[in-house]
């Protein structure tokens, strides 16, 4: 299954998987619609180290010591993006009633039009900025051009080879490729193939609540 | 191309195969196939309809009131629903206290390639079911004696009777109905056209079914590429082509209506429900 967890939205509590059920999740975190933005993952690392020296985090919540100025209970996340940022957090008000859970196998695989043996699954589009989801299959020896808008490909299966203006590099699982607009990327599968494809938001023209411009 | 003014359509009794009294004006509604769709602003005071799917896809936005489905969730005013086809939902229930309801419901026949039986053939099937069992709690009760399923839901009943064979559900894309928020989603400007700016909900299925709301400041002008397309004015008034649109003009824009003929030009601020019908060119029977 795919999930998307728009900005604002509550979700969980996330359970831990049961005894001898472990569980592995692709994860794709980026800043939303409203321009909150998204820190990044070594800043949030340190933020919470230097947290750590003015309180505790249990169960997912940042206990700050007795005496210290700031918020006494707060959710661990929330508190480091406060710690940052050194302002509260203003959480966007949600899109949607809930986070959207998609069933992959239940679509049908789109023959690409003007193309042989490549196929997609669009598994959806979300905001007014348009977040995407969707797969791509290639059929052995296919080949596949795509045009990059803010694009992220993550190889589920299958081997084969990449080219782009940086050259030819072999692809198999778990390969990630960031496009940006205007980068083109050509895909040629040796075996059956299977892309996850992201498209992330366009920011374009919003500062934000961060003040800071997004990436042109 | 097609333009429904709201005064060319009055508003009728609703379904026969659910509880309580629906009025609704049905703005657009085609003969049965694939690819067929219906659009009706329906308004409803007390109403039942148990937990139940379709083989078909839907949009409901909330014009007035509020509509309870349950554990689904409830659509408050202003809000716009998806249901997939396949998805189950509801129980649907709204009490008898005085509290209408009005949606604008758009049913069309989803990206599986099951289709959308015409409303008007879903009436007329309903009427023939009656002679054969009653419709009770939105389940279709068949006499005792007569072949086929004794209790099943009504819509699906229908379905049956009509096509003559079992209808098999698509199987959900998605793990429930999809509720949108649209004030809570920014209008970004439309590149190229001064003046209109665009709020997109979302695009859903393989077959790209999708929504937005356009927003239109006066004198300005909207030009739109149809690709099975329906547009539902929800406030403003102007012109569209030769005619003038106001609140609930609907249009239908097909694979290549464009140009002057299906340009909006507002004479006040307006704003229009969009919807984008999946593209089921590839697939031809139900």
Not at chain 2, 148 to 165: F, T, V, Y
Request: proline residues 5%; aromatic residues 10%; hydrophobic residues 35%.
């Amino acid at each position: 299954m795919l999930g998307y967890y728009p900005e604002g939205m509550h979700y969980g509590p996330q359970l831990p998987a049961e005894e001898g059920m472990d569980c592995a999740v692709l994860v794709l975190q980026c800043g939303g619609a409203s321009g909150c933005g998204y820190v990044n993952r070594g800043e949030v690392l340190a933020g919470a180290k230097e947290l750590q020296t003015m309180g505790e985090f249990k169960d997912g919540v940042f206990y700050r010591n007795e005496g210290l100025p700031g918020k006494k209970n707060v959710e661990g996340s929330q508190a480091i993006w406060e710690h940052i940022m050194k302002r509260d957090l203003e959480y966007p008000k949600p899109r949607y009633a809930a986070p959207i859970l998609t069933h992959p196998d239940s679509f049908d695989w789109i023959a690409v039009k003007g193309e042989t043996g490549v196929f997609k699954k669009q598994v959806g589009s979300f905001t007014e900025r348009q977040t995407g989801a969707g797969f791509l299959k290639l059929e052995p020896k296919a080949q596949y051009t795509v045009t990059g808008n803010r694009d992220i490909f993550f190889v589920v299966s299958g081997t084969g080879s990449v080219e782009t203006v940086d050259g030819s590099n072999p692809y198999s699982h778990a390969t990630s490729i960031f496009l940006d607009r205007g980068e083109a990327l050509s895909i040629t599968a040796t075996e059956a193939t299977e892309i996850l494809n992201f498209r992330l938001p366009d920011l374009t023209g919003l500062s934000g609540l961060m003040g800071i411009q997004a990436h042109a | 191309m097609k333009i429904v003014q709201p005064d060319q359509v009055e508003f009728s009794a609703a379904s026969i195969h659910r509880e309580g009294a629906t009025f609704r004006q049905q703005l657009f509604d085609g003969p049965t196939a694939v690819d067929n769709f219906s659009l009706v602003i329906a308004r409803a005071g007390a109403r039942f309809s148990p937990r139940h799917r379709h083989s078909f896809e839907q949009y409901r936005y909330q014009l007035e009131g509020d509509a309870e489905y349950g554990k689904t969730g409830t659509l408050k005013q202003g809000m716009l629903g998806y249901f997939p086809e396949g998805m189950h939902y509801g129980p649907q229930t709204q009490s008898a206290d005085g509290k209408e309801q009005t949606v604008l419901a758009l049913q069309c026949g989803g990206a599986s390639g099951s289709g959308y039986v015409s409303r008007d053939e879903q009436l007329a099937c309903a009427k023939e079911l009656k002679t054969m069992g009653t419709f009770k709690d939105g389940v279709f009760h068949r006499n005792p004696g007569l072949p086929g399923k004794k209790n099943l839901d009504g819509s699906q009943a229908i379905w049956e009777h009509i096509m003559k064979k079992e209808l098999v559900y698509p199987k959900p894309r998605y793990a429930a109905p999809i509720f949108m928020h649209p004030e809570n989603f920014d209008w970004v400007a439309l590149k190229d056209a001064p003046g209109v700016s665009e709020k997109f909900m979302g695009m859903f299925s393989e077959r790209e079914t999708g929504a937005s709301f356009i927003k239109i400041e006066p004198g300005a002008r909207y030009t739109p590429a149809g690709n099975r397309d329906i547009y539902c004015v929800l406030s403003g008034n102007g012109s569209i082509g030769p005619e003038s649109y106001q609140y609930s003009t609907s249009v239908f824009l097909d694979h290549g209506d464009h140009g002057d003929q299906a340009a909006f030009t507002a004479q006040d601020a307006t704003e229009i429900l969009h919807f984008s019908l999946p593209d089921l060119s590839e697939i031809q029977t139900v």
